[in-house]
């Protein structure tokens, strides 16, 4: 939840998300559930039953990193799972629309980003205040999570994916892929895969590529090392 890339090229949307979390909350890959009478393809959180990464069977994806701007004073109690939001959003039939009529005064501060109908969008709640901008699909864009990431390591990862975007301008989902797996593979601390002590880590990447009217999702669990790919078309 911690690190997500938006990329458009070669004619083919390309989202890709790192889950930085503590070792002992695992996760359930991937499946088809039916959610507010829709069906979202998600990895699982069973601790509160959300997700940090939702495509709905109408292609809409929504992409969460904990935490808005910058890092908050995390309260002693929050009611609602940020990941529940995710889902909230994903299912709705007008995502923008759910922002808007969402009460988020229970729920700890968040980033979504979310693509829906040809259009990107940045979804962020502060615990204060609600925001959303819409965001250019023909750049590409590089969210890092305040929470984890001061402002100067999160511009140093923003450096790193514009070299790798001027060395490599139309990349490959598996090119977009490799950056999130190996770039600065050394740097345990705030390289793209991060192992802090052995209490934190980097423990799986998700990918959604959306070319025409198919979706591929491509999960990869890096604490057991499985690959789960599913695809459907979108209706």
């Given amino acids: ?16 998300s790192n889950r930085d979390e503590k070792v002992n909350r695992p996760a359930i890959a991937p499946k088809r559930y039916c959610h507010n009478g829709k069906v979202v393809l998600f990895p699982k959180d069973p601790k509160a039953g959300g997700t940090w990464f939702a495509v709905s069977e ?23 799972s940020r990941g529940l939001i995710t889902l909230e959003i994903c299912s709705a039939n007008d ?29 962020r709640w502060n615990g204060k205040l609600k925001t959303q901008q819409e965001l250019s699909i023909s750049e590409k864009h590089i969210w890092s999570s305040a929470t984890l990431y001061t402002p100067e390591i999160r511009k140093l990862r923003t450096e790193w994916f514009d070299a790798f975007i001027q060395e490599t ?3 490959t989902p598996e090119e ?20 802090q002590n052995n209490l934190l880590k980097t423990t799986s990447i998700t990918q959604t590529v959306i070319e025409s009217n198919k979706v591929t999702l491509i999960y990869q669990d890096l604490l057991l090392e499985e690959n789960t790919i599913d695809s459907f078309i979108i209706i």
């Fill in 1 to 16: 939840m911690c690190t997500v890339s938006f990329v458009h090229t070669n004619g083919k949307i390309i989202l890709t």
């Fill in 58 to 80: 109408e292609g809409m994806v929504a992409i969460l990193l904990n935490g808005a701007e910058e890092k908050h004073q995390v309260l002693p109690h929050y009611k609602k």
């Fill in 95 to 123: 995502a923008i629309q759910q922002w808007k009529t969402l009460d988020l005064s229970t729920v700890e501060p968040f980033t979504l980003v979310v693509f829906e109908n040809q259009k990107l969008f940045q979804l």
């Fill in 169 to 171: 301008p139309k990349p």
């Fill in 176 to 195: 977009v892929l490799h950056f999130h797996r190996h770039t600065q593979s050394d740097n345990k601390k705030f390289g793209l895969v991060i192992d």
